[in-house]
């Protein structure tokens, strides 16, 4: 029952309070004075209509309307920077034309316990189509045509995505037979791969080997130095002698053996640095063809995050699929046998 009811701003009410009593309760006034407000306030309240600004008090910016129910307080505001319900204080916002669940539920009403003072008697003057829906209303048999509803709705809407997605997985399937000679190009790219591996370890005895042929260039130098050493041995006597001559000459002569060490290293150098070259241009074709196949690779992956998607809309799909049946069956199963309205037999 409503307690009392509270009205600030709204029509021809600045600030006006009324306490109800249990039972019927009438409310009595001269024309124009606000009794028609107070309805159209509770209605407001209850049904969050009329809807817009109208109701606001005349160079008013905001009006607001309190119900006290069950121990509850609700409050409905609106002006120009505010649009929401208060129950017990907590803000509720969002909610555009509709009437928020927390207030239906301590309310328990709705457009059928109203009667303006110009309506037709209640019933009376309906169809009976529009009395069939408000008796449906009554007693919840619309929230199963609206379930109905929604699930033919959702059946379409599954059943447009699944035709979209087979459509997307055909193409796909028609795009990656373009992509057949990846696995052959793999193989061939291992191959390569093995033989770089097998090269460079040849390069790498090839380096030992010169290595060796350098020191044995190096010993043989040496020995046959030394063996023009010991064919002028008899004219040692001679070169003491002319030793301040021959230590210029050794030095001299050190000088341009090690620019032949140099020469020869960097004979050495060049040959390596040849056959490197050669192998360069391989490599930069096996480097474009690894980035080509790790961007292959990667939109197979993304591929495969499709077909996993796909399978879970397939999923969701038949779980609906079976939940309508589920609620067809409960449907079957509480229909009546006879119409509450003519009292026919219910097909």
Not at 153 to 180: F, G, P
Not at 254 to 278: G, W
Request: aromatic fraction near 8%; glycine fraction near 2%.
């Amino acid at each position: 029952m409503i307690e009392s009811i509270k009205l600030i701003n709204y029509q021809s009410h600045i600030d006006s309070s009324i306490t109800f009593d249990s039972g019927i309760n009438c409310i009595i006034g001269q024309s124009d004075s606000g009794k028609s407000a107070i309805l159209k306030a509770i209605n407001w309240i209850i049904n969050n209509k009329p809807t817009g600004n109208a109701f606001i008090t005349h160079k008013k910016t905001e009006s607001s309307v309190q119900l006290s129910i069950k121990n509850n307080t609700i409050i409905r505001k609106k002006g120009k920077n505010v649009n929401k319900y208060v129950i017990n204080n907590k803000d509720l916002e969002a909610f555009k034309t509709d009437v928020p669940e927390e207030v239906k539920k301590i309310i328990n009403f709705s457009e059928l316990n109203f009667q303006n003072q110009f309506d037709s008697s209640f019933l009376l003057s309906n169809s009976s189509g529009e009395v069939a829906k408000i008796l449906n209303k009554i007693i919840n048999l619309d929230v199963i045509d609206n379930s109905l509803f929604n699930i033919e709705k959702m059946k379409k809407n599954y059943k447009t995505e699944y035709e979209r997605i087979s459509n997307n997985i055909v193409k796909i399937e028609d795009d990656l037979n373009e992509y057949d000679w990846i696995d052959e190009a793999e193989k061939k790219l291992n191959k390569l791969m093995k033989k770089e591996s097998s090269i460079q370890k040849k390069k790498d005895k090839e380096t030992k080997i010169n290595i060796i042929i350098d020191k044995w260039k190096s010993y043989h130098y040496e020995i046959k130095k030394y063996k023009q050493i010991l064919s002028y041995e008899k004219r040692v006597s001679i070169l003491l002698d002319e030793q301040i001559s021959w230590k210029e000459k050794e030095k001299k002569y050190n000088k341009l053996s090690d620019i032949y060490n140099r020469i020869n290293n960097t004979k050495i150098e060049q040959e390596k640095y040849n056959k490197i070259l050669k192998y360069e241009e391989l490599t930069n074709k096996l480097l474009k063809k690894e980035e080509i196949l790790t961007k292959k690779r990667q939109k197979q992956v993304k591929l495969n995050d499709f077909i996993i998607k796909f399978k879970n809309v397939s999923d969701k799909i038949k779980q609906n699929n079976e939940n309508l049946s589920c609620l067809i069956e409960k449907y079957e199963k509480i229909k009546p046998n006879i119409c509450p309205l003519c009292g026919g037999d219910f097909k």
